[in-house]
């Protein structure tokens, strides 16, 4: 199955951009790459998708190079309710559903 | 917008008993998942279903079974609960494509004595 990696945790400070990249060597060519955000005991969110390239929307942007290996989430301005995990996630190889979400990368945003 | 409950948001139970957890989504999703989250761990995938009647094992099913009786419920069974199934546990849905966005529930916070 296609494993990510990414930093256990950062630290950031109010209005500053945040970069968090995550590397997934063995992606599939049908393997979009999803990020999701989680907030203490509440489950994930969607934040952002992508397939190649770049992607932007109202609340980050996802930039992705030509060989998919690796991709990053940038998430402009940070405030304080941007602290949380933020799991970056690529499909089941075989197209099927068992995507894995890894440990994620807990952010801190201090004021 | 998407809405996915589930039953409890803690939940207690002694080693040994049967356990239930209820998850349902009210936007006709053909997938519904159930994972179970660790510290250090992230998520982990149990059980998930595409269809009604249909399942799939994840990465760790060992201990649990499902059950999808309609499109809008699925249910999480631990037949005989163990202290290591301590841990929160997460209901998901999507569409149809395995790159659709999953829509999680609050998660259950279950602790086995």
């Known amino acids: 199955l296609a494993k990510t990696t990414q930093p256990i945790s950062m630290d950031s400070y109010e209005g500053q951009e945040v970069n968090i990249t995550c590397s997934h060597n063995n992606i599939a060519t049908n393997d979009y790459i999803t990020w999701y955000q989680q907030f203490p005991s509440q489950g994930p969110r969607f934040i952002i998708q992508?397939?190649?390239t770049k992607v932007t929307n109202e609340v980050a942007s996802l930039f992705i190079p030509a060989d998919r290996k690796s991709s990053t989430l940038s998430l402009p301005r940070v405030s304080l309710s941007d602290t949380a995990v933020y799991y970056c996630l690529v499909g089941d190889e075989t197209g099927g559903f068992k995507t894995i979400f890894g440990a994620g990368t807990r952010l801190f945003v201090k004021a | 917008d998407v809405k996915v409950t589930q039953s409890s948001r803690y939940l207690v139970k002694r080693t040994g008993e049967k356990v239930f957890l209820e998850c349902v989504q009210d936007?006709?999703?053909?997938?519904m998942f159930w994972y179970r989250q660790d510290p250090g761990l992230g998520l982990r995938l149990i059980y998930f279903?595409?269809?009604?009647?249909?399942?799939e094992k994840g990465d760790i099913p060992e201990g649990y079974s499902v059950s999808r009786e309609k499109k809008e419920r699925f249910s999480l069974i631990l037949e005989s609960a163990s202290t290591n199934q301590t841990s929160m546990y997460l209901c998901?849905?999507?569409?149809?494509?395995?790159?659709?966005?999953?829509?999680f529930g609050p998660g259950t916070r279950l602790l086995v004595l």
């Open positions: 998901a849905s999507s569409f149809g494509r395995p790159e659709e966005t999953q829509y």
């Open positions: 936007m006709d999703h053909e997938n």
């Open positions: 279903s595409y269809d009604v009647k249909m399942k």
């Open positions: 992508g397939y190649k």
